[in-house]
């Protein structure tokens, strides 16, 4: 009775189910699909259903009083970000959990009568179905793996690590074997390669996926098994340890794990788009978990290193040269060359196959562009002995841009970069009757601000041309097509992009852009763009142009580029590229009767 009137769900005979939905809904499964768990709410008396199929996860919900309209709910596995399965607790919790995030759905949860659903068969189920392929990750090399020694640290655990909630590296070899007894968590060809323990909690790292065990309660019953795919993972950050008061490191990542949306000021808007892990001092090796992140995440590191030069090599950088540029903290441009020797070994951040090719710094901050990922190297405290280096593969871009500087009071440039994570904040208000604060994009959208006389502006958008933008691929899909892809890492980025833009080059083409007009003839802009500035790649073409006022909008065959003229001078001038393959969705709308004007809409990946 308590279950029905809970909602709580079990298991029915998965043959029955399939019979049932072939009979009622005859066009519903596939001819080869088949039901291989099954469950019903209510205790087994409810209306609603959950079934488990060979190809996708199927949810029956009946709506109204009467129960005619029914809606069935479809999530192929390959959707599928992240789930977990929650053992029931003490006799106040007597229910088992699933919860799974999907792109496009979002998160689902399930409730399940917890002494009649195995709920470990489900979640093995679930390993089966979804760390499959590309999706369970890539391997990482023993040398890339931090080592376990017992005899490097003593166990005491601090009072300041207790109340900092601080986690210590583990024996990975010892956890995978307590996975595969009693419960049976992992897969049978599934390796632990990193282990964490906080307290009760623990945090892995397998070859298929990252998992976390969180015992919760009092009497630690009940424990949630929480799986992230690795493709999930869209960027990582390390922060080192700083003075007696900040002895922690931590680990952060960033994930587009489709959690529910939440506006409450103090709040980010995705909760599991960052997870971070706070490590005790000396009790993990933060440039070893760096670099396993990095072959996960980046491919293994199996090249020698490249030889190409780079821009501003043997560049003497004489600092900022201005006050209000330091007080701005505008970047500059500085040797690449310099900065690829100086991360490979202190600290070892890069890969040996990875080499810096373009490198910017502020006041002490700086950013590499190198020929896998963006980094950011952030110094924190008075002494900057606190460190957080921040990686954002170039996959994980969706979209870029440049800013030219505008008048008097506007002198510097900016870089802009979208990611394909929600990173949205919303900070606290001041007080109760303060309005909100608008939110904070932290790394859904990165801008930087670069001195208007200390960097090539269009070097940095040819640049960022080549690294996200897709060139034609090796590989050929099903059909025999060649697929376009990521420019690889191996392939350096040549010499003419990032060399030095003609002087006047930019001024020719804002004083074109400033000639109003509304129709554009696509092959006038092709020859605009593919100019002295080189705006455009050697092999990109121009196909529709339109023109509104001062602004531009350009479809080439590689991106849409939108070309933004702000201010009363127009001097400032914002360069937008959204390459196609961030596009998720778009419209048209023609113009009515009273409303003249039509429309073209475009959405693009977070």
């Not at 760390?131 to 005491?156: E, F």
């Not at 760096?290 to 996960?296: C, I, L, N, V, Y």
């Not at 937008?576 to 990946?605: H, M, R």
Request: charge should be negative.
């Amino acid at each position: 009775m308590s279950a029905f009137l809970s909602d709580y769900a079990i298991e029915c005979d998965h043959a029955e189910r399939e019979a049932s939905l072939r009979e009622k809904e005859p066009h519903l499964l596939l001819f080869d699909e088949h039901v291989v768990l099954a469950y019903k709410d209510g205790g087994g008396k409810g209306r609603d259903s959950s079934s488990f199929t060979n190809k996708r996860i199927l949810i029956k919900d009946k709506m109204g009083l009467t129960g005619k309209k029914t809606e069935y709910k479809s999530i192929p596995y390959s959707a599928i970000r992240a789930y977990a399965v929650e053992t029931a607790g003490s006799f106040m919790d007597s229910d088992a959990e699933l919860k799974i995030y999907a792109f496009g759905v979002g998160k689902i949860k399930m409730d399940f009568v917890a002494k009649q659903v195995d709920i470990f068969k489900l979640y093995r189920f679930l390993n089966d179905m979804v760390l499959v392929g590309n999706r369970a990750g890539k391997h990482a090399p023993d040398g890339a793996i931090a080592t376990y020694s017992a005899s490097t640290s003593s166990d005491k655990t601090s009072f300041f690590d207790l109340i900092g909630d601080n986690a210590s590296q583990i024996d990975a070899k010892s956890m995978e074997a307590a996975l595969k007894s009693n419960p049976m968590v992992l897969l049978l060809d599934e390796s632990v390669e990193l282990a964490f323990k906080c307290g009760r909690d623990s945090f892995l790292l397998t070859s298929k996926r990252i998992l976390k065990i969180d015992v919760q309660g009092i009497s630690g019953k009940s424990v949630e098994y929480f799986t992230i795919l690795w493709p999930s993972i869209k960027a990582f950050a390390i922060e080192t340890a700083g003075n007696f008061f900040d002895r922690d490191s931590e680990l952060t990542l960033f994930t587009d794990v489709p959690d529910s949306i939440c506006c409450a000021p103090g709040s980010p808007q995705r909760g599991l788009t960052r997870i971070k892990i706070d490590f005790r001092k000396g009790q993990a090796d933060m440039f070893a978990i760096q670099r396993f992140f990095a072959d996960k995440i980046l491919g293994v590191d199996t090249v020698d290193p490249s030889i190409h030069a780079v821009s501003m090599e043997n560049v003497k950088d004489d600092g900022s040269g201005s006050f209000l540029s330091w007080l701005g903290d505008d970047s500059r441009m500085i040797d690449a060359k310099a900065m690829s020797r100086k991360y490979h070994t202190d600290p070892p951040i890069l890969q040996h196959c990875e080499e810096v090719e373009m490198a910017f710094k502020g006041r002490r901050d700086m950013a590499l562009f190198t020929s896998k990922r963006l980094i950011f190297v952030d110094l924190k405290g008075f002494k900057g002995k606190k460190v957080e280096y921040t990686s954002v593969p170039w996959t994980t871009v969706t979209a870029f841009g440049v800013t030219t500087a505008g008048s008097f009071t506007d002198k510097d440039s900016e870089m802009m970069i979208w990611t394909h994570f929600d990173d949205v904040y919303y900070p606290p208000k001041e007080n109760q009757e303060s309005p909100p604060p608008p939110p904070i994009p932290r790394r859904s959208f990165i801008e930087i601000d670069v001195q208007k006389d200390k960097v090539d502006l269009m070097a940095i958008h040819r640049y960022l041309s080549e690294r996200c933008l897709r060139v034609e691929g090796c590989h050929k899909d099903k059909d025999g097509y060649y697929v376009p892809n990521i420019r690889p890492y191996d392939m350096p980025v040549s010499s003419d992009i990032t060399a030095p833009t003609r002087p006047g080059a930019l001024d020719l083409v804002l004083g074109w852009l400033g000639n109003d007009a509304h129709a554009i003839d696509p092959i006038e802009v092709h020859s605009q763009l593919h100019g002295d500035t080189h705006m455009l790649q050697h092999d990109e073409k121009v196909v529709l142009a339109y023109k509104n006022g001062r602004d531009m909008l350009v479809f080439t065959n590689k991106r849409v580029f939108i070309i933004d003229t702000k201010g009363h001078s127009g001097k400032k001038i914002c360069f937008v590229s959204v390459p196609y393959t961030s596009i998720t969705a778009f419209s048209v709308e023609s113009a009515g009767s009273w409303d003249a004007d039509a429309e073209f809409k475009l959405w693009i990946k977070c």
